[in-house]
């Protein structure tokens, strides 16, 4: 999978924007005025703030989805390095993709529709994890009493990422990618023998 993801020039000033200024900070005069576009051509494209945001959340899903689907083709049938390949995924698209990867957050402003929509694509996140779990208890090899909290614990740190990331820090995304699946593993393993 491709390290650029490309966005269109208006959703490239809106993720700026965005990092920059927050949901509430952000307004379409800004995003038009950095793509040098008018406000009705803004407007036109995406309605307005909200169906922008929606528009780079659902690019930032449908980017996780993918990479989570190359690693589990990537590992075959083997369940272990399925549930690796999962964590290391979605490691790596909070670490890679990281601008995108702080507006999961965001989704709270979306209206009822796109939010339906937003969270619908969330859930068949967390239920790949809970899958991977499932197949890991029956075949014996995952030590797990409540899978449904375990995955979202998982979630949890895994979506704590994009908080204190930074690119120039001690540890590459591929790095940190193999430390969260190597503890997730241990924390799924029968006696934390990943």
């Known amino acids: 999978m491709s390290d650029q993801l490309p966005l269109s020039p208006i959703l490239a000033a809106a993720l700026t924007e965005l990092k920059e200024h927050g949901y509430h900070g952000t307004t379409v005069r800004g995003i038009a005025s950095r793509v040098g576009l008018t406000m009705p051509s803004l407007y ?22 993918a990479r989570i689907q190359g690693g ?12 690796s390949k999962f964590v290391s995924a979605v490691a790596l698209h909070n670490t890679l ?6 507006l999961h957050d965001e ?18 996140v967390e239920e790949i994890l809970v899958e991977l779990l499932e197949a890991g208890v029956a075949e014996d090899i995952f030590d797990v009493e409540d899978i449904r909290f ?9 979506t704590s990422i994009p908080d204190w990331y930074n690119e120039d ?26």
Do not use: C, P, W
């Open 44 to 65: 036109y494209h995406y309605g307005n703030k909200e169906g922008i945001l929606f528009a780079l959340l659902e690019i930032a899903m449908d980017d996780l989805l």
């Open 72 to 83: 589990l083709e990537q590992a075959g049938g083997d369940t272990k390095a399925r549930f």
């Open 97 to 102: 993709r990281h601008d995108l990867a702080r």
């Open 107 to 124: 989704f709270r402003f979306l209206g009822s529709d796109f939010r339906a929509r937003y969270v619908a694509k969330r859930r068949i």
């Open 150 to 158: 375990t995955s979202r614990l998982i979630l949890g740190m895994l």
């Open 169 to 194: 820090g001690r540890l590459s995304a591929g790095e940190i990618a193999e430390e969260y699946a190597r503890n997730a593993l241990r924390l799924v393993a029968h006696n934390g023998a990943g």
